[in-house]
Every structure is written in structure tokens, then in C-alpha cells.
């Protein structure tokens, strides 16, 4: 975690959680690490870290198994690639248009670079 980072704590877990399932190491159907492992491995409190699997609770991503810890939904993947996905479009690309707006750089510009870049990848 970086704790001098201006993202809180709890945002920068949902960040390392989504990591984790976007890579694999996290699967769908599993159990993932409790709140304790978790809080332990992160060197950050237990509260902030059931804050975050509440925010991965409410959106479909974890369910609680009773006396067993929490447990990917096997649908995690396209939940976590919603949630980001929506992330980008109301912040991330938000930002990016007053950036772009600021240094007075056209869109044109933009999907010039976005194409060589896609052509070298």
C-alpha cells in the first residue's frame, strides 16, 4: 500500500484485489484471503480491508460463505472489468479530456498516437 498516496487505503485493496483476479491469482469459485490474512499481508487495519470486501460485496464480485470466508463469484471477472470499466469512463477519461483541453491537443492527435501504438504492440 502507499500510504502517501492520496487514493485511501481502502481503494488502493479494491485496486490490489482487482489486480489479483485480472491476473489469476484469484480464481473464480475460490476462496479468496480473510480479512485478517488480508489485513496482515497489506499491513493495513482489518476494518479498512472489510470496508473494501464490502465494496466488493455489493458489487457481485465476493459472497460470504458462512464459517468459510469469502469466495469469488464466478462471474468476478466481467464484474471487475465493469466496475473499471466504468471507473475509466467517469474519471480517467474525464481527466484525460481536461488534460488534452489544457495543453490544447486534438483528438485527432490522440487516435493518431492510439493507432501507432496498437501497430507496434
Known amino acids: 500500500m502507499d500510504f502517501t498516496s492520496n487514493k485511501p487505503i481502502y481503494r488502493q485493496i479494491i485496486d490490489y484485489s ?4 485480472l491476473t489469476g491469482v484469484w480464481k473464480a469459485g475460490e476462496r479468496v484471503p480473510s480479512v485478517r490474512e488480508l489485513s496482515v499481508l497489506l499491513s493495513v487495519n482489518s476494518h479498512t480491508v472489510l470496508k473494501a470486501f464490502e465494496f ?3 458489487e457481485g464480485i465476493i459472497v460470504p460463505r458462512r464459517g468459510m470466508g469469502f469466495y469469488l463469484t464466478p462471474d468476478a471477472l466481467e464484474h471487475v472489468n465493469q466496475v473499471r470499466r466504468k471507473e475509466f469512463f467517469d474519471t480517467t477519461l474525464q481527466e484525460l479530456f481536461r488534460e488534452m ?3 490544447d491537443i486534438s483528438i485527432e492527435e ?12
Open 18 to 21: 482487482f489486480g489479483q483476479i
Open 56 to 58: 466488493l460485496q455489493a
Open 101 to 103: 483541453r489544457l495543453l
Open 110 to 121: 490522440v487516435t493518431d498516437r492510439y493507432n501507432a501504438q496498437k501497430e507496434s504492440d
